[in-house]
């Protein structure tokens, strides 16, 4: 099975400042069809998660531009450019190359 | 707009059963993978299940692998989750999900809670 390892767990940041979370695979997440099944979602308090980040680096509709994913192989990275309040929540990244798994999760909050 | 509404959870004793369901509206259902993820009290998200477009083909985390069983019925643009055996741990948040490669749009989950 795949395991995404997160890092930090949780992150404190102070508004107008960029932020940027880890995700590392046990195994390289090329799919056999070309492409790399990492996304990144963010969950609110008791809100459902929501698509940010589809295939590394591509901005789902209605995403903000101050969010950007990068990475390739078994190492990716989400960056917040200039963190708003609206982003504190918990941040997953998510492999879908071989069945599905989560990373742990990271809590970003406002300083 | 897409609209994905889960429902059937509730309070179900250990070594019971429970079947949850997901209506899907403002999308061509029968263009999409779904998916199943779970999510327990204060913890992180956790794939389940996956159906392809067809209904075809099925896949589970091992952690449900022989009690669950996901389906869909594509007339009634409906996703399905029956549940066997149910266990303590099974406690969670159900949320249906579309997607293939990435889980775009999600319901707000129904919860099932399993105790005696």
């Known amino acids: 099975d795949i395991v995404l390892t997160q890092t930090p767990l949780s992150s404190p940041v102070t508004l107008g400042q960029p932020a940027s979370i880890s995700c590392r695979s046990s195994?390289?997440?090329?799919?056999?069809?070309?492409?790399?099944?990492l996304s990144w979602l963010h969950q609110r308090p008791g809100q459902p998660p929501r698509l940010l980040i589809y295939?590394?680096?591509n901005r789902f509709s209605g995403v903000p531009d101050r969010f950007s994913g990068s990475g390739a192989g078994t190492d990716f990275t989400l960056r917040i450019s200039r963190v708003e309040a609206e982003d504190v929540g918990v941040y997953y990244c998510?492999?879908?190359?071989?069945?599905?798994?989560f990373g742990q999760g990271t809590k970003v909050e406002i300083k | 707009e897409v609209q994905l509404v889960e429902s059937g959870g509730g309070l179900v004793q250990p070594g019971g059963s429970l079947r949850i369901s997901c209506a899907a509206s403002?999308?061509?259902?029968?263009?999409?993978?779904m998916h199943w993820v779970r999510q327990a009290p204060r913890r992180g998200l956790v794939w389940v299940s996956r159906?392809?477009?067809?209904?075809?083909?099925?896949s589970y985390a091992d952690s449900v692998k022989g009690r669950f069983t996901i389906s869909r019925d594509n007339t009634k643009n409906t996703l399905y989750l029956q549940m066997n055996n149910l266990r303590a741990e099974d406690t969670a948040v159900y949320y249906c999900?579309?997607?293939?490669?990435?889980?775009?749009?999600w319901g707000q989950g129904t919860l099932v809670t399993v105790s005696s």
């Open positions: 999900t579309r997607g293939g490669g990435s889980l775009e749009n």
């Open positions: 403002g999308f061509t259902f029968t263009n999409y993978w």
């Open positions: 159906i392809n477009s067809y209904g075809t083909l099925t």
């Open positions: 195994r390289s997440l090329v799919h056999s069809d070309g492409n790399t099944y």
């Open positions: 295939k590394v680096s």
């Open positions: 998510m492999q879908a190359t071989q069945l599905g798994t």
